[in-house]
């Protein structure tokens, strides 16, 4: 089936069309909101959320980008809409408040799990995960898609709606602040 008989089909509520996008694009989905919500539960349940979205705004499809580039899209929303929900109701605790008076308390809460990291590897993916979610948004997204979903630049600034410059710009930036972040972590680790 091509794109444009499934995006055809979903568009009439076709429920055949609609098992198949999930087949296709659920794993997809779930990996991209993982790399930047960094917790499976979340994660899940934006899968969710993101093909509620689909069903609900695919008649204003207007086929500007191909439909996994929507739903890329879709999927980094919905995860930047969680995070700064997060962001928020954090800020308001007093809790938060403290156990964040330490820049480096970060590193010591090796909580996170990715399917795709092997065992071994768990606390030092921990570690790179949480260094990865202090970047700010555009620089989070710009390297999940490229690291972790192993995106091309173009691919990238298709997907984030800006330029190829702009993604490189954004992936140094980003490189650089984990140099910083994780540099104190591999001082104290060799110690």
Not at 13 to 39: H, I, P
Not at 53 to 70: A, E, I, N
Request: proline share 2%.
């Amino acid at each position: 089936m091509s794109e444009y008989e499934l995006i055809s089909l979903l568009q009439q509520k076709d429920e055949k069309a609609f098992a198949e996008l999930f087949r296709q694009y659920s794993g997809l989905v779930y990996n991209t909101a993982l790399g930047l919500v960094q917790n499976q539960q979340e994660a899940e349940d934006l899968v969710q959320e993101v093909f509620v979205s689909v069903l609900q705004y695919v008649s204003d499809f207007r086929g500007d980008s191909s439909l996994k580039t929507w739903i890329y899209r879709l999927t980094i929303s919905s995860s930047l809409d969680y995070l700064r929900a997060q962001k928020r109701q954090k800020r308001g605790s007093m809790f938060s408040f403290l156990s964040f008076r330490n820049e480096e308390s970060w590193m010591h809460q090796p909580d996170f799990n990715h399917p795709g990291v092997q065992l071994e590897n768990k606390e030092r993916a921990s570690i790179l995960f949480k260094a990865i979610s202090q970047l700010p948004e555009n620089q989070k997204v710009a390297f999940t898609l490229s690291k972790l979903e192993d995106k091309s630049y173009q691919e990238i600034a298709d997907i984030m709606e800006c330029t190829v410059s702009s993604v490189e710009s954004l992936l140094h930036r980003a490189r650089q602040k984990l140099r910083k972040l994780l540099g104190k972590y591999y001082e104290q680790d060799r110690k």
